[in-house]
């Protein structure tokens, strides 16, 4: 069957040439897919019979089978578990922002970082996603809430960056005039630091905004809570982030989970503040960790996150605290995926 999600418009052009199909049915089948959310060939009554029959026969548009989904009690949050074709399964959250709808989507089945934070990395890496599969997660909350999606973050499981060519595919997909319209400085990439496509990424020329996930101040530090330090140090990972700053004009943002006892203290924060410091315009954004059954780490107290804060706000910095608007549904990567084994092993039991 020949996948027809995430197709270009002349990829479809040219498709419907070779089957002899009337080249302008191309755009109608896009405007049905990504304008109209419309997945059913039957539906498409803009096409005469013969072509719905030979779509029906040939082709596929793979939209994922939704396995599980939470909602926070606000509303604001929904995450939902998916099964692609294969049968692996992702996740993907919506969050409802004052400015618009923003999706995190997930860019690999699992992860190989084997950061101690995160449940997508507990059983490795299986593998990327295909650019359809992660053009599908948007599509699927587009379809959902019949809306336009503002903001695209690929922050969910996997590392982006060891996906690197299906996730650029994707992005400057969903990025045409033809599909979603998502503005690339309305798309973000966060990052452990895969140094040599982080420079890669940066001669892409495009306004997308990076996200480092950083996470500690030292090299000794981070290779405990975070395995890819002991391949990439501290001094590589920023001169290559300096790098994306200069050719891109775009401030580059530094994710830092708190983790009570490891890398929240005053010390830290001061080191951090001075990291941050060497990068104009820059945001850290502050993440209490979010512990469960999957996780056993802790989140600093109130206070101790809010004194953090303003040593690294005294430096100058923009600084954030995450809103924690997916902790009641267990929104952080892996997590519902992990729940939803277990609910099922024990149902089997």
């Known amino acids: 069957m020949i996948e027809l999600l995430?197709?270009?418009?002349?990829?479809?052009?040219?498709?419907f040439?070779?089957?002899?199909?009337q080249k302008f049915r191309a755009k109608q089948l896009?405007?049905?897919?990504?304008?109209?959310y419309?997945?059913?060939?039957?539906?498409?009554?803009?096409?005469?019979?013969?072509l719905r029959t030979w779509l029906k026969e040939n082709c596929i548009i793979s939209i994922p089978r939704v396995i599980a989904e939470h909602v926070a009690p606000d509303g604001k949050t929904r995450k939902l578990l998916l099964e692609l074709n294969d049968g692996s399964r992702v996740e993907t959250v919506l969050m409802k922002q004052h400015y618009g709808n923003s999706v995190c989507v997930s860019s690999q089945v699992g992860?190989?970082?084997?950061?101690?934070?995160?449940?997508s990395t507990v059983n490795g890496l299986y593998r990327n996603l295909e650019v359809h599969e992660i053009v599908s997660q948007v599509l699927l909350f587009a379809y959902m809430l019949q809306e336009n999606i503002h903001s695209l973050v690929v922050m969910g499981a996997g590392e982006p960056l060891q996906n690197y060519d299906n996730v650029m595919k994707a992005l400057k997909f969903i990025h045409a005039s033809e599909t979603c319209m998502i503005s690339y400085r309305?798309?973000?990439?966060?990052?452990?630091?895969?140094?040599e496509n982080i420079y890669l990424l940066a001669d892409e020329?495009?306004?997308i905004t990076l996200a480092l996930s950083l996470h500690a101040v030292t090299d000794d530090m981070r290779q405990k809570i975070m395995p890819i330090g002991a391949t990439y140090s501290l001094e590589e990972i920023l001169k290559a982030l300096q790098y994306y700053y200069e050719k891109t004009q775009r401030r580059v943002t530094f994710e830092y989970i708190l983790i009570e006892g490891i890398n929240s203290s005053k010390e830290c924060a001061h080191q951090l503040g001075q990291i941050a410091a060497n990068f104009p315009n820059c945001n850290v954004n502050l993440i209490p960790v979010n512990g469960n059954e999957h996780i056993h780490l802790y989140k600093p107290t109130i206070k101790d996150i809010s004194d953090f804060k303003k040593i690294i706000f005294s430096y100058g910095i923009s600084v954030t605290v995450r809103k924690e608007m997916g902790d009641a549904i267990q929104a952080a990567c892996g997590q519902l995926k992990a729940?939803?084994?277990?609910?099922?092993?024990e149902a089997m039991q």
Do not use: W
């Open 6 to 15: 995430g197709k270009s418009l002349q990829e479809l052009q040219e498709l």
């Open 17 to 21: 040439i070779t089957y002899h199909i």
């Open 30 to 36: 896009m405007d049905y897919i990504y304008k109209r």
């Open 38 to 50: 419309i997945f059913d060939f039957d539906s498409m009554l803009q096409f005469p019979k013969s």
């Open 111 to 119: 992860c190989a970082m084997g950061c101690i934070f995160c449940a």
């Open 186 to 195: 309305k798309m973000t990439i966060s990052t452990c630091g895969i140094v």
């Open 205 to 207: 020329g495009l306004p």
């Open 339 to 345: 729940q939803h084994a277990v609910y099922k092993k």
